[in-house]
């Protein structure tokens, strides 16, 4: 599928995708290239796609206290896309890269503090980056007590 652009769109290129709304209202990115004045899309299905422009990054909240954690507990977030969806997450506990795990189900992003995560007891600072399919950026950051 091919769809013609106009001026101001041409002038969005980068944050545009082609997409669907679900029967529950969300938004299903089906991505597309633009080139020479059209974006396009393989599709393999009939439906009614319709354009979509995505400048918004996505939104990281505390899903719980996270300020005040003991050992073996988790920090937990949401972080929600309303557009073209979350693609890339990152956790840096006191600069350094900490392993998490998002749910694009739940919407939820966990992060151990377990013996993995290599974090002693002590004031530390917390950063979660996440990025949606279209590269919007935003960020969280916040300290914590680790008990």
């Not at 969300?26 to 020479?36: A, F, R, T």
């Not at 439906?47 to 990281?60: A, C, E, G």
């Not at 002693?120 to 950063?127: A, D, E, N, S």
């Not at 279209?134 to 300290?143: A, Y």
Request: aromatic share 12%; proline share 3%.
């Amino acid at each position: 599928m091919a769809i013609k652009l106009n001026d101001s769109q041409l002038n969005n290129a980068d944050n545009l995708f082609i997409g669907y709304f679900t029967k529950n209202g969300n938004i299903s990115n089906k991505n597309g290239i633009v080139s020479n004045g059209f974006i396009s899309a393989e599709l393999n299905s009939f439906r009614n796609y319709k354009i979509f422009l995505d400048n918004s990054p996505p939104i990281i909240k505390h899903a719980v206290n996270n300020m005040q954690k003991n050992n073996n507990q988790e920090l937990i977030f949401t972080i929600t896309d309303s557009k073209s969806g979350v693609d890339v997450y990152n956790v840096f506990i006191d600069d350094n890269w900490v392993l998490s795990k998002y749910s694009y189900e739940n919407k939820k992003l966990i992060v151990p503090l377990d013996k993995y995560s290599n974090i002693l007891p002590g004031k530390h600072r917390c950063r979660v980056e996440a990025l949606d399919e279209l590269k919007n950026k935003s960020f969280l950051e916040f300290e914590f007590l680790l008990n």
